[in-house]
């Protein structure tokens, strides 16, 4: 099968020895150089023609609905809502039994965090490709072990020698025994019992999280090296032992007090990273060196100015030059992913991870390779030729990719002169020799500029300072554990956990049927809403079933049927609240509604006892339902009018439905001008006034999705699933394309029959989330009537200023200047107050104008007044070599205009203007000393004179202002004259 050549010495990671070990060349079947892709396609087609797997696309690297992370960063991500029980029974993933895939996952910050290992070792990295299968109910243990070792040992031709099998070996704290079972399963397939191996609860027991489904797992690891007994080097951090496949067997769910409780039904997760696999199959000891990555490090060399690639580590000569090759492509490949499924540099969460990854290979590309600006994002297209065609959205977003990548590169370069400034002010404030760098001061560069840590340690090294790195990693675990309790509180409301599911199915509670949140209709132009009566089911106290509830207690009510929408697909809950038939004027408010399983949960604080089996009524609040209905719709139209307005490149990020607004993002070059947010506009109001019909039809999911034009976002939709079209019948689009432009949308949500009730829509915001992603905020119906109104009152008011201002010119500095306060005002209320956004727009660009001429004047005014002033003094004064006095100013502004203006006509005399404001009574101070005045500093002169006059005072040696309260100038002024003729004795 193979033979060893060339033999060498080698030492072991930890040990003295030496080991004699051959290079590795492959497998006859999978020889060296067989295409990553091929690879990728095998292990696909194994598990779906072989054995009956369903294949399911890889989700984007941004879970959906999963706020407990930031990346997907495991394959069963995507399929948590199938192991937590939580899986609408409608949708196609409800039927899942056997599943295979490759999965995009990204491991930069949180739980599992491999970002500050990329590039230092020859396996890890920060965005790969997760191979997997999995059984939901289906197979577990055996046919799991036997169709791995049938496919690594068979199909990909690894020998068995090569290969080590880890398994949980117990845990008596934790009361867990040791997994004899798969332990036999592998003996049973003929592995050689010294190469079965037990591991603890760190490597050998998965779990998702602090709670939730968990279990034990085996894993498969790969000797590079073979011809020797390896045993003791597996899961001991050796490079040539790798893991290469993970079967993780979920039997438990961990519950919120850590015990263990068996799942209902077990299931199947495994994982085997494809890079690592190449490794293997194409006799590679490093993943670097597979065709993953090899075109991608000679792109890189093309465009540095250092050697090639040579694959060193650790302290080797030139392993610097290395490490940042294998950062530069590890960091592009997840820059290029990330972005293309609209996750974009930023400040927060994700985008906050994405833009320290960014700069990170900024840093090392530039730093490093001595590659120029430009030279991080000129390697997407690269990227796209290695995983477009698995990947199509790389392709779809290159232009895009390229864009962000150059513009963040940019900043960062601009932000790397402010953090070297921040560095030497601090530096130069304290002794960092034995204390070391200030670690808030660290953290401020990593948090708020972007700063890599290690990009800042080499700084710090570079002027021969250490962070304090005890209190640098201190704030980043409390950084962490934060932002993970910000992720994990959203999911805290849902109170039905997987044993309540399974309960409740055991026990036959049917599945809630809501479908009358849809029958609502139109009765000479009002809204009919039907009225509802339901049994309760079950109710639960957020621990387990309970039979009744009392006054106070918070409960889950779970009911047969109900009229209430609950919160999915970006619209917000109904309001309302229930009765009872057997309590006379009891309400029970309903606080939240959630769908978990088929199940629609009331949220609800009991204000009195109810029982299962109680009948209820359900009265729905129907302002806020038919205002969210108007904004939903709404939604779709404005969907479709950006897309009329802006083209087809236009594509949904994300929406919110509430009964106030509606928000939308969508991916866009540059924010909307003018004339485009007007032609939105437009064009909604169009739509609204012709009082479409709004067409409804469930279809199954397959036949939905082959409407031309159809709209989609990155969601999993029941199967059949609810289209919603304007104007054309959802028949006819099926039978034929329509004649003209419509807006079609799959749609769980809401929505108008007739599109008039929308009355109006007004865009009050657009701004850029992020490059390439803009969100606007819409308001319809009254509240946009209110919105053009405030616009058109604002616009009167920027009208009559600017009328004043073009008129005669003002009087007065003081009249001046409250024109450019008015103006600064107006401004104000401008950006702050709900109003088109194109017409936010225009006033804005309107009083920059106006802002500029009257801060002109003012500025003219007090030029003129001081070179009156500062005339006059000289007259009185003569040029003398001290020049203190008392002048009549209107503000301090001109009070400092006329101390430069005497400077310049007297350059070696010593000035100090004193003035009393009109307004506020303080005395105002400002003075000036020549360039060469050796005894004397401005600003020392000005604190002690304001001092005197009970103010404060600073500036610099040449030029200084203050104030001050006290009434007597007159001695004030002595003591500014007395203040100099001391200076000049010493």
Not at 164 to 179: I, R
Not at 836 to 860: C, F, I, Y
Request: charged fraction near 25%.
């Amino acid at each position: 099968m193979f033979r060893l050549v060339q033999w060498r010495l080698r030492p072991v990671r930890g040990s003295s020895c030496l080991l004699l070990a051959a290079p590795w060349r492959g497998f006859s079947g999978f020889p060296p150089g067989f295409p990553a892709a091929h690879v990728r396609s095998s292990f696909l087609d194994f598990f779906r023609r072989r054995h009956g797997h369903l294949l399911v696309p890889s989700s984007p690297v941004r879970p959906r609905a999963d706020p407990s992370l930031l990346f997907v960063n495991a394959g069963m991500n995507q399929f948590k809502p199938v192991f937590l029980g939580t899986v609408d029974p409608r949708s196609q993933m409800a039927s899942y039994r056997r599943v295979v895939n490759s999965q995009k996952c990204v491991r930069a910050g949180g739980k599992h965090n491999d970002l500050e290992d990329v590039g230092r070792d020859i396996y890890h990295h920060t965005f790969f490709e997760m191979l997997g299968n999995w059984s939901f109910g289906d197979y577990f243990k055996v046919e799991a072990c036997q169709m791995a070792w049938s496919l690594l040992t068979e199909h990909y031709g690894i020998p068995a020698d090569r290969l080590y099998v880890s398994y949980f070996g117990g845990d008596a704290a934790s009361g867990l025994p040791a997994d004899e079972e798969t332990r036999n399963i592998w003996l049973d397939l003929g592995v050689s019992p010294g190469r079965i191996l037990p591991f603890g609860l760190e490597d050998n027991f998965w779990e998702m999280g602090d709670s939730g489904p968990c279990g034990p797992c085996t894993e498969i690891h790969f000797d590079h090296m073979g011809g020797r007994d390896a045993a003791l080097l597996v899961n001991a951090g050796s490079p040539d032992v790798v893991e290469i496949w993970n079967l993780v067997f979920i039997q438990y769910n961990r519950e919120p007090d850590r015990s263990l409780r068996l799942l209902p039904r077990f299931s199947v997760d495994t994982g085997m990273g494809l890079e690592r696999l190449v490794s293997v199959l194409q006799g590679k000891r490093s993943n670097y060196d597979t065709d993953l990555f090899t075109p991608l490090m000679d792109a890189i060399h093309q465009r540095s100015g250092v050697g090639p690639y040579t694959g060193r580590t650790g302290t080797e000569e030139g392993s610097q030059v290395d490490l940042a090759y294998r950062v530069v492509a590890d960091h592009i490949r997840t820059l290029s992913v990330c972005i293309a499924d609209g996750i974009h540099p930023g400040m927060s969460g994700a985008e906050l991870v994405l833009r320290r990854i960014l700069r990170r290979a900024v840093r090392f590309c530039i730093q490093v390779l001595q590659a120029p600006q430009g030279a991080l994002a000129s390697l997407v297209p690269t990227i796209t030729q290695l995983l477009g065609d698995a990947y199509p959205e790389l392709k779809q977003e290159e232009d895009r990719i390229v864009d962000i990548i150059n513009e963040n590169e940019a900043q960062f370069l601009a932000s790397l002169q402010q953090g070297s400034r921040i560095i030497q002010r601090t530096l130069s404030k304290k002794d960092c020799k034995h204390s070391g760098f200030p670690a808030s001061v660290a953290w401020t560069l990593h948090r708020d500029l972007g700063f890599p840590l290690d990009l800042v340690d080499m700084m710090l090294e570079e002027r021969g300072v250490q962070v304090n790195r005890q209190d640098l990693d201190r704030l980043l675990s409390e950084n962490q554990k934060v932002g993970s309790e910000k992720r994990a509180g959203v999911w805290s409301h849902v109170m039905l956990d997987l044993h309540i599911l399974a309960e409740l199915q055991r026990l036959k509670v049917p599945h809630t049927d809501d479908g009358l949140k849809y029958q609502y209709g139109l009765e000479k132009d009002r809204y009919v809403f039907p009225a509802c009566s339901a049994t309760v089911l079950a109710l639960c106290n957020g621990q387990t079933l309970v039979q009744e509830v009392s006054e106070g207690q918070r409960c889950a009510v779970i009911l047969d049927r109900t009229c209430f929408y609950s919160e999915q697909g970006g619209q917000s809950h109904d309001r309302g609240y229930l009765t009872c038939s057997r309590l006379q004027d009891v309400v029970f408010p309903v606080d939240g509604l959630v769908q978990v399983g088929g199940y629609v949960v009331h949220q609800v604080t009991a204000t009195d006892r109810l029982k299962t089996g109680d009948q209820v009524q359900l009265h729905l609040d129907q302002a806020h339902r038919l205002s969210c209905m108007v904004k939903h719709t709404a939604t779709h139209i404005l969907n479709f009018a950006l897309r009329k307005v802006l083209g087809p490149s236009v594509h949904q990020r994300g929406s919110h439905v509430s009964a106030d607004r509606l928000r939308f993002d969508f991916s866009v070059k540059g924010s909307l001008s003018i004339p485009q947010l007007q032609q939105v506009e437009r064009c909604v109001h169009d739509i609204v006034t012709a009082n479409q019909i709004v067409h409804t039809m469930e279809l199954p999911v397959q036949r939905a999705k082959s409407i031309r034009g159809l709209r989609t976002v990155d969601e999993v939709y029941p199967d059949p699933v609810r289209v919603v079209s304007l104007h054309v019948p959802v028949s006819e689009l099926l039978d034929s394309p329509p004649d003209k432009d419509t807006s079609v949308e799959l749609c769980c949500g809401t929505h108008l029959l007739r599109t008039g009730a929308i009355e109006d829509l007004v865009i009050v915001s657009e701004k850029q989330m992020v490059k390439g992603i803009s969100r606007v905020v819409a308001v319809t119906g009254r509240d946009a009537a209110q919105a053009r109104g405030a616009g058109q009152a604002l616009s009167q008011e920027v009208d009559s200023l600017s009328a004043r201002l073009s008129g005669s010119s003002p009087s007065s500095i003081d009249s001046a200047q409250r024109l450019s306060k008015e103006a600064s005002i107006l401004s104000d209320a401008v950006d702050n107050t709900p109003i088109p956004q194109w017409q936010r727009r225009e006033l804005q660009d309107r009083l920059k104008t106006l802002l500029r001429t009257s801060n002109s004047a003012v500025r003219k005014m007090e030029l003129r007044e001081a070179a009156q002033k500062a005339q006059a003094i000289l007259e009185k004064n003569g040029r003398k070599a001290l020049l203190v006095d008392f002048v009549e100013a209107e503000s301090l502004s001109v009070l400092v205009k006329t101390v430069n203006q005497l400077s310049s006509a007297a350059p070696f005399s010593h000035v100090m203007l004193l003035t009393r404001h009109a307004h506020s009574g303080k005395v105002l101070c400002a003075c000036q000393v020549p360039k060469d005045s050796p005894t004397l500093a401005a600003s020392d002169w000005a604190v002690a004179v304001c001092g005197y006059l009970g103010g404060s005072a600073g500036g610099s040696t040449l030029v200084a202002k203050g104030t001050g309260t006290s009434d007597d100038i007159t001695e004030a002024l002595r003591w500014a004259e007395d203040f100099v003729a001391q200076k000049r004795r010493r």
